[in-house]
């Protein structure tokens, strides 16, 4: 099922913990309608994840029609594809196992961009009013800093 309504990346600041080894995790996962992938309140790794899709949602604004990225989870099988289809639209595949479509949207580049920076601004204001540091949250911050460029 295709849907033209708007996704949004939720990140839950309140549910991060940081594990003993450095590594932050906490609830991160993607709304559209009524659907939540991949489930309402997934548990994982946010700032990592969210450095990668901001870099990889970066590649595809400045990638020709016809190219895709994936944005990955660290747990579990699921990921995303995000298919430029048009100069300013992408098609957001949502896959469980790489090959079953659970649903897709889609959206403007715009869009998709901007909340990803939501996300992560929420995230490195909560990361900045515990004290945390590590390389991950510095490249997540770079990622957002070069994603903020692309919606200027």
């Given at each position: 099922?295709?849907?033209?309504?708007?996704?949004?990346?939720?990140?839950?600041?309140?549910?991060?913990?940081?594990?003993?080894?450095?590594n932050?995790?906490g609830?991160?996962?993607?709304t559209?309608?009524?659907?939540?992938?991949?489930d309402?309140?997934?548990?994982?790794?946010?700032i990592?994840?969210?450095?990668w899709?901001?870099?990889a949602v970066e590649?595809?604004?400045k990638?020709k029609?016809?190219?895709?990225?994936?944005?990955?989870?660290?747990?579990?099988?699921?990921r995303?594809?995000?298919?430029?289809?048009?100069?300013?639209?992408?098609?957001?595949?949502?896959?469980?196992?790489?090959?079953?479509?659970?649903?897709?949207?889609?959206?403007?580049?715009?869009?998709?961009?901007e909340?990803l920076?939501n996300?992560?601004r929420k995230?490195?204001?909560?990361?900045?009013?515990k004290?945390?540091?590590?390389e991950d949250?510095?490249?997540?911050?770079?990622s957002?800093?070069n994603?903020k460029?692309?919606?200027l």
């Open positions: 099922m295709t849907s033209a309504n708007r996704i949004e990346v939720i990140v839950d600041v309140d549910s991060l913990a940081m594990y003993s080894s450095g932050i995790v609830d991160i996962f993607i559209e309608k009524m659907n939540s992938f991949p309402q309140y997934w548990f994982d790794f946010p990592i994840i969210l450095g899709w901001n870099r590649r595809l604004s990638a029609i016809g190219s895709t990225e994936i944005l990955y989870f660290m747990d579990g099988p699921f995303v594809n995000a298919a430029k289809i048009e100069n300013k639209k992408v098609k957001l595949s949502f896959l469980k196992y790489d090959r079953v479509e659970v649903f897709t949207s889609i959206v403007d580049m715009a869009y998709l961009i909340q920076l996300a992560s995230l490195i204001r909560k990361i900045n009013n004290g945390w540091s590590s949250i510095e490249e997540l911050r770079r957002a800093k994603l460029e692309l919606a």
